[in-house]
């Protein structure tokens, strides 16, 4: 029987008459409701993982069967958690209507708290500790043995509930610092396989005009860059300019990409080089000083030729952006702007082959900017563009014209993946979106504009 939406809606407290102590105590009441809910789920988290464990090969008369690749078992907690079935994950997302990387983090979070940190899951169990506090824990000790964990875990007991985040972080590093018998000069090495700079852009919501910069490197090197846009800020103070010392640091950034960019490198080439590595040196050297961001712009034909003030467009990636913004970017740097048009009626053409031609490509992601696994937000263009309709090869009677836009739509290499095993299918019942089926007769209907969960029967 499927429940209605009037069936499930709580009742509507009126509020506008309470008092003072009143509207307090009902904060207190509803986090009270809340942090048990919170242990709740950690609890059918952790029942969800281990109703799913890892399934030993098969025995036949020609020996075991392995399990295929594209179902491998998957380790989700740390050392001393029991791994599970592949796609664990997935189920559980859809229905609590949160991303797969949100699910998969739950499962993780409850399996160590279970089997690596006891002490702490038993106070948290008795309200004694917030759960985003025990989460916290979980994943900053996932990488420690199993004993470390199980030190850290007594350790801590008892101080865990009543500290912040910092002091949380801070107890938690001093605790695993003291059991980590991992030699430092190991423990370095390993973390320079960390090393990265990301680019970061932030909830579409607020405006595509912010995002965010994050590297992890070697101390020095980060020190002295952090040295340079500072320096660069206080130049730009001394030259008039009257944001404040932080915003002055990050606009430093553009300062110094800008100041890079023209730099001439080819006189550093060495001339005991070949002829032919100096003309390939030469040229990489000319294309990064030649760099372009390029930005897909969805936007109103009429906005963009008449400059109407305060119009707005969405850029791939980012989210909405005034166009005044997209005007100052083209004005201070190289910058390619890719319009986007978007048409009535979906394009039907065709090949007959396997893989899309780059227009294709393009035309499938830029209707769908991300995979359409339900909550996933792994972008288009790092997806694998999978046949709904799987395609078969010609030779053997496949159909022509089966690569098609109407038949192709991104998905990540996780989800293609269980799809390809056939845990989950989908069909696509408009020009992008999509109907999900998943195990447990769970559905799930990816729109142009989120996900919705429907309801079994």
Known sequence: MTSTAQDSDPEVVDLADASVRGLLEQAAECEAVMREAAVHQLRIAYEWAVAHPVVDAAET????????VLEAPETLGGAGTPAVAAFTAEPLAVACGIAPTAATALLADALDLHHRL?????????????????????????????????????????????????????????????VDGEPLAEKEKRQRSEWDVKLNHR?????????????????????????????????????????????????????????????????????DTSPEDQTQLRRRLIERRDAKVRLYLHASLADVVAGTSGAVGTVEGLGPVTLAQIKDWAGRSRLTIQPVLHVATEDTWSVDRHDPPPRMTEQVVLRDPTCVFPWCSHPSRHADLDHIEPYEDPDEGGPPGQTRPDNLAPLCRRHHRAKTTGRWSYQRTAPGTYLWTGPAALTALVTPTGTITLPTS
């Open 203 to 271: 909830d579409p919501s607020q405006g595509g005009a912010t995002s965010e910069l994050h590297a992890i490197g070697d101390t020095l090197d980060l020190t002295r860059f952090h040295d340079i846009v500072c320096a660069e800020a206080e130049a730009l103070g001394s030259l008039g300019d009257d944001d404040s010392f932080e915003v002055r640091k990050a606009k430093a950034l553009g300062v110094i990409a800008d100041a890079q960019a023209r730099l001439d490198l080819t006189s550093l080439l060495d001339q």
């Open 118 to 178: 006891p002490v702490l899951w038993d106070q948290t169990q008795a309200g004694l500790v917030a759960v985003w506090k025990a989460r916290r824990v979980a994943f900053r000790t996932r990488d420690l043995s199993l004993d470390a964990a199980l030190w850290v875990d007594r350790q801590t007991a008892g101080r865990v509930g009543s500290l912040g985040l910092g002091a949380l972080d801070r107890l938690i590093a001093e605790a695993a610092a003291r």
């Open 61 to 68: 008369p020609h020996g075991p069967v392995l399990p295929s």
